[in-house]
């Protein structure tokens, strides 16, 4: 396999958890090496996309691809029901909660220095690496895209949405960057960020590569070309804009798969797909069955569309029922690409691979999932899921619900099977024993 630099031995500090190697089983070895395309859309309702169950109006074709000619997963998660930890969690391979990274403004902060990312890795090894789209890792000059394993950027480097058409110079969390340097730019931003990822690909087309390439889209403000909004004729004028703005993000993802395509390198690149979290309420997202939005533990904050198409190893039109989440990019990735996990650091990430291909596993990649975040610095919501059963607390009491019967989290079972319900928190509580404070200290009234 291709080898990382020692990059952990001269950086990385001692993580508090203790050091241990990452899970990464099925890995595959040098002779199957790939590049990678990671796709994150932004507040995408589990129900807005097509080959998924939902609303009739939300038609993504070209996302579909993904399932057609790849895997759809049914349980798929994102780490965190809101931004920011998400997008820490997937490039480090590690519960953010680890290095105390618990909500969205904790991107003020910025993911930490001495957090080892996945472009770290992959750039040691060789890799072209960039990164189109929305940061939302930390804003000065130690915690941007280039300091932390990136070759290229073009995005915005802070908080929440963007403007879709403004690319005017700003401030330095919302001008558009290409590489270190502010620049002033027109057109539409989810467009732009599909060309400059276009671009990667072509000029790294002889060599491996990396694109991670985190939409700002379906991330308010609701803003569209009026041609594309009036494709819709949905009674609620806000929905016709955002399934808009969702429809030249897949127009976006079928340029990408096209690029490749036409690359012939198709079959050499892995490409993962799924929303930093739940969709949003008051964008008019549709998360169909699932209870809840964006800001939830809730499976409507949580589970996300989730899709993987490598055509030399994934067969196509597999679904799968294993449940992965969001930081399993990491590993998932680097057995893609041959590249060896690093060894010295606690890692959390594990490569889906198998499950991807169909294969039989003899126990669950994760033997539970967890869920922890926080809002201006106040506990809001925890959860754990381990097999059928999820224990929670969103903003009130622990609630269980078994999903397999009940996946729209209607019937709290808490009662009923008190045992559970017990076994569940012991394992939470010993779990959230190991997490790290904030790294973010809330201001104090003055």
């Not at 899970?23 to 590049?35: C, L, P, W």
């Not at 539970?368 to 201006?376: F, I, P, R, T, V």
């Not at 076994?423 to 010993?430: D, H, I, R, T």
Request: aromatic residues 10%; hydrophobic residues 40%; negative net charge.
């Amino acid at each position: 396999m291709r080898t990382a630099s020692n990059w952990m031995v001269r950086h990385l500090r001692a993580s508090a958890l203790g050091a241990v190697a990452v899970v990464a089983t099925g890995a595959t070895g040098s002779a199957s090496a790939a590049n990678a395309v990671l796709i994150v859309s932004d507040d995408q309702g589990y129900a807005d996309i097509s080959c998924y169950p939902g609303a009739d109006e939300a038609q993504t074709p070209n996302i579909d691809r993904l399932a057609n000619e790849g895997v759809r997963f049914t349980n798929g998660y994102a780490s965190c029901p809101v931004c920011a930890p998400t997008r820490a969690g997937l490039l480090t391979g590690r519960y953010q909660q680890r290095f105390g990274f618990y909500e969205a403004s904790d991107s003020r902060a910025g993911l930490p220095t001495g957090e080892m990312t996945l472009a770290d890795v992959l750039r040691d090894a060789g890799f072209a690496t960039g990164v189109f789209g929305k940061w939302h890792l930390g804003y000065t000059p130690d915690y941007r895209p280039l300091q932390r394993g990136f070759d290229n950027f073009y995005g915005f480097l802070g908080h929440g949405g963007h403007d879709y058409f403004d690319l005017s110079i700003s401030d330095v969390a919302t001008s558009i960057y290409r590489d270190a340097e502010p620049v002033a730019d027109s057109g539409y931003l989810t467009r732009n960020i599909t060309r400059e990822a276009v671009r990667f690909i072509e000029q790294h087309r002889d060599r491996p590569f990396f694109a991670y390439i985190p939409y700002s889209a379906v991330h308010n403000p609701l803003q569209a070309p009026p041609e594309f909004v009036r494709r819709f004729s949905e009674p609620d004028p806000k929905r016709n804009t955002y399934l808009a703005m969702l429809a030249i993000l897949d127009e976006g993802v079928g340029q990408i798969l096209d690029t490749l395509d036409r690359l012939e390198l198709a079959d050499d690149t892995l490409v993962l797909y799924f929303s930093d979290n739940g969709g949003a309420r008051g964008t008019t997202a549709d998360n169909g069955r699932l209870r809840g939005f964006k800001h939830s533990v809730y499976e409507g904050g949580i589970r996300v569309p989730f899709l993987a198409r490598w055509p030399r190893r994934i067969p196509a039109g597999l679904v799968s029922h294993e449940p992965v989440i969001s930081i399993d990019a990491f590993a998932t990735i680097l057995a893609a690409t041959g590249v060896d996990p690093p060894q010295a650091v606690a890692l959390d990430s594990r490569n889906f691979l198998p499950a991807a291909q169909g294969r039989a596993l003899e126990v669950p990649l994760h033997s539970a999932l967890y869920w922890n975040w926080k809002d201006k610095g106040s506990p809001v919501g925890w959860a754990i899921r381990r097999g059928r059963w999820k224990l929670l607390a969103d903003k009130g009491e622990p609630e269980l619900y078994d999903l397999e019967a009940d996946i729209s989290e209607e019937r709290n079972l808490a009662e009923a099977h008190p045992e559970v319900a017990a076994e569940l928190l012991n394992s939470y509580k010993a779990w959230e024993a190991d997490a790290a404070p904030r790294i973010r200290r809330p201001r104090r009234n003055r």
